[in-house]
């Protein structure tokens, strides 16, 4: 078996002790005679292990206790349609700040459900930045306000939480939750699909503010209402058993490494890294300003187009895959996320900085 | 390793050597380097599966190639509310078939988007029957007809595929799609969460006729419309690439198996052995009709309800899982799905056959 440098943008690479835990256990789960995936979701084995993820997660994000924490499906692209059924109705008006191509589906899928303004964006500025906060135009009336901390394709990244007053702050932290400290108290909601820092897809993490739960309409369908996930404790109806599990390998994981400050500083180096070799080369090239650039997902540019299959090739045959850029924007694009070691990054920025000097 | 007798109603028991290949390759999946679920869903090695366990399916159920296939998430559960969205408005009526629990959570999850008649029902006979089709008043107005073929709860089965005319049929195959031959072209639509007979939860299977999708409104979100899903090849956003993996191998194994044929008849044999001795006890009971009931979910009950705690004890220390009944019902059950051999059916009726013997 040879594990490759996997910079994939998500589904990403995931701890390999976490894979090597699954692996070993997959056939007969802690004792039960069966794969955890065999299980019923109500049975004593699987709600252990909901209650005991559930507080693993509570501990490393610091959850206050007026938040309830969910574990659903659908992708956040299902939760863009979900947070204004939730919490608005369709004459009422919600702020959205787009620094990002994530940012326009979010309001693309909610357009059916609310008055989903455009209160700040840079799309004037290809996302390469954030808008400046005092630019920014909030409608005090807004239900809430939503962004994207993190933007996957264009690798744009808020590094302090915005200010928005009274409004409730939603937060689709996709691609950075877990990635640094976080102060949760900050927003009414964060979610998260889990394909990048919590596990495989098909799961989607949602923490959200016991007051929002209340606005939750009964003209929804119950399967939409996150007040009924909350009451149900996300067994309303089979949530995705097997992905739950390998999210709470992958906590436990994060909790032996040493939590979020520590996870959050070797990203900042991995990061720092990578950005230095691309800046300090003269033949890569990263759009972003430096202050709004990700730590999570940095795109990069070859100086020729016609170069990037040869570096795709050469990259793949080193062992480095999943670097080929978003189809929106093209180029490449190297994703840090928490289960890429600092190992992998360096193998990187050698196999860069060789291929640099053979066509520079 | 011990692995159980596993006769959990769902999630389920999965063929053993589906698991000891997803066991085999779980950190290097294709010679990738990666885990399947560690790879984009865009990418060439993942696309590659998609498409063929598209085909694999098609070609154990001989879908016509007027359907489309679609893996989505969200449990059937969602799919009951996704329904209505996608092919009615809430001032239409379309009509549904109740014959237990699972009925009736479809037309509760539909009502906020159709006027849902419950043209048949079986409910005054406590779900042990399948209403007698000349009884059931069908509204010639209906956008469709829903109806469950199998009643995971209650142990009922419709044997033969109603006829309904021209309105189109809708069927939640959750619990018995694969089961046995089926004619994918009475139905407009048939859908299955994956937790039973085609892998893990998470993953959700939809057969559509083309026709159908036409009616997929603008006006609901996009991540909502079965159209777009289609239009997408299931792409449209991230799917549980990890779950379509598992149900790619249980096709293939399916099919190295004899296919639909050869499983119905195996699944036909293990429902007769079970019935056959809970009939012959003189100690345990199936209240369900003889001509209704499931190949697939064997609900039954002890003479006495003090003796359920030291049988299901017992059983368990036998190496018998999953037995217990689901709270609605009480007493036993028994699910008998694909991965579910006859093997571990002799292994549960010797059990009980001992049981009653020591308690009778």
Redesign the interface.
Same mark, same amino acid.
């Given at each position: +078996?040879? &594990?490759?440098c996997?910079f @994939? !943008? *998500? #589904?990403? /690479? %995931?701890p390999?002790e976490v894979?090597?835990q /699954? $692996?070993s256990e997959? %056939?007969?789960w802690g004792h039960?005679?069966? @794969?955890v +995936?065999? %299980? @019923?979701?109500?049975?004593r084995d699987f709600m252990a292990l909901a209650a005991e993820s559930e507080q693993d997660l509570r501990d490393l994000m610091g959850i206050p206790d007026h938040y309830r924490v969910l574990f659903l499906? *659908?992708? !956040?692209?299902?939760h863009? /349609?979900q947070i204004p059924m939730n919490f608005a109705a369709p004459d009422q008006v919600a702020d959205y700040i787009v620094t990002g191509a994530w940012g326009e589906k979010a309001v693309?899928?909610? +357009? #059916?459900?609310v008055q989903a303004r455009i209160a700040a964006t840079s799309v004037d500025k290809h996302f390469t930045r954030i808008p400046p906060r005092d630019a920014w135009s909030l409608d005090p009336r807004a239900r809430y306000v939503h962004y994207t901390p993190n933007e996957t394709i264009h690798g744009v990244e808020f590094q302090e939480v915005p200010e928005v007053g009274d409004v409730p702050l939603i937060a689709d932290m996709s691609s950075d939750i877990l990635s640094r400290p976080l102060d949760v108290s900050k927003f009414g909601m964060i979610y998260a699909?889990a $394909?990048k820092n919590i596990g495989?897809?098909? %799961?989607v993490v949602v923490i959200v503010r016991d007051d929002l739960l209340e606005r939750c309409p009964d003209?929804? /369908? &119950?399967?939409?209402s996150y007040a009924e996930h909350a009451a149900g404790h996300s067994l309303?109806?089979? #949530?995705?058993?097997?992905?739950w599990y390998?999210a709470s390998l992958v906590f436990k994981w994060l909790k032996r490494e040493g939590g979020l400050a520590v996870i959050g500083e070797r990203n900042r180096a991995k990061a720092n890294r990578l950005y230095g070799v691309i800046d300090g080369s003269g033949f890569y090239s990263n759009p972003v300003e430096p202050s709004a650039r990700s730590w999570m997902n940095v795109p990069f540019f070859l100086p020729r187009v016609e170069l990037e299959a040869p570096f795709l090739a050469e990259a793949g045959a080193a062992?480095l895959? *999943?670097l080929k850029g978003h189809?929106a924007l093209g180029g490449m694009r190297a994703s840090l996320y928490n289960a890429v070691t600092m190992e992998s990054v360096e193998t990187l920025v050698d196999f860069m900085t060789d291929f640099a000097r053979r066509h520079g």
């Open positions: +078996m040879t &594990r490759a996997n @994939s !943008a *998500g #589904p990403a /690479a %995931l390999e894979l090597v /699954a $692996q997959l %056939l007969d039960t005679g069966a @794969s +995936m065999e %299980l @019923s979701h109500r049975g499906q *659908g992708g !956040a692209t299902q863009f /349609a693309r899928e909610a +357009m #059916p459900y699909g $394909q495989a897809s098909g %799961l003209s929804i /369908a &119950r399967i939409f309303f109806n089979t #949530p995705n058993t097997f992905g390998l062992g895959i *999943g189809r």
